[in-house]
C-alpha cells in the first residue's frame, strides 16, 4: 500500500513539473502578424513578422531533417492564393546542438519573411489566409510545434 502511494505522489509531482515546464505556450513565446503589401487584382506580397521572447529561438526554414521541426509557410487548401516562389530566408544562428546530436539553425529575437503570392481562384478576396508552423526552444526544453493561423488584409495599389 505504502509504495502504490509513493508511487501516486511521484506521478503527481512528476506532472506537476512537466505542466510547470509547458506553462508558457508557443503563441505566448513568439509574435506573428502578417501584412499584405504590393497586392494586384492577381499577386501580393505577405510580409511575416515575428518577436522572440528572450531567451527563445525558432528554428529555421532551412532547419535539415532529423532534428527540431523547421520553419514551414503555407497557405490552407482551397485559400484564393498561392506561394509563388521559395521564400527568402531571413538571417540564421547556426549552432552545435548535443540535444539533438547535429548542427541547428535557428532565428533569435525578430525575423521577417516576404512572401510572394499569386492569385489562385475567383472573386476578389479581401485577406489572404497563412499559416505558419514553428518550433520554438530555449537551452533546457522545447515546446511542441505550433501552427499559428494568420491573416493578411488585402491593400490594392
Known amino acids: 500500500m505504502k509504495s502504490l502511494r509513493n508511487a501516486v505522489v511521484g506521478s503527481s509531482v512528476l506532472l506537476g513539473l512537466c505542466l510547470i515546464a509547458y506553462g508558457q505556450r ?7 502578424s502578417a501584412n499584405a503589401t504590393k497586392s494586384t487584382a492577381n499577386s501580393a506580397v505577405v510580409v511575416l513578422s515575428a518577436s522572440v ?15 527540431p521541426t523547421p520553419l514551414k509557410i ?3 487548401a482551397g485559400a484564393p492564393f498561392e506561394i509563388e516562389k521559395p521564400v527568402q530566408e531571413t538571417k540564421v544562428t547556426r549552432h552545435d546542438d548535443p ?6 539553425l535557428y532565428y533569435l529575437n525578430a525575423m521577417s519573411f516576404h512572401v510572394a503570392m499569386k492569385k489562385a481562384g475567383a472573386g476578389s478576396p479581401e485577406t489572404i489566409p497563412i499559416d505558419v508552423r514553428f518550433q520554438a526552444c530555449n537551452d533546457r526544453l522545447c ?3 505550433y ?3 494568420l491573416t493578411a488584409p488585402l491593400a490594392r495599389k
Open 53 to 67: 521572447e528572450d531567451g527563445w529561438h525558432v528554428y529555421a526554414l532551412s532547419q535539415p531533417p532529423g532534428g
Open 99 to 104: 540535444n539533438f546530436k547535429m548542427e541547428t
Open 26 to 32: 508557443p503563441s505566448e513565446v513568439v509574435k506573428w
Open 143 to 145: 515546446l511542441p510545434p
Open 74 to 76: 503555407s497557405v490552407p
Open 147 to 149: 501552427t499559428a493561423h
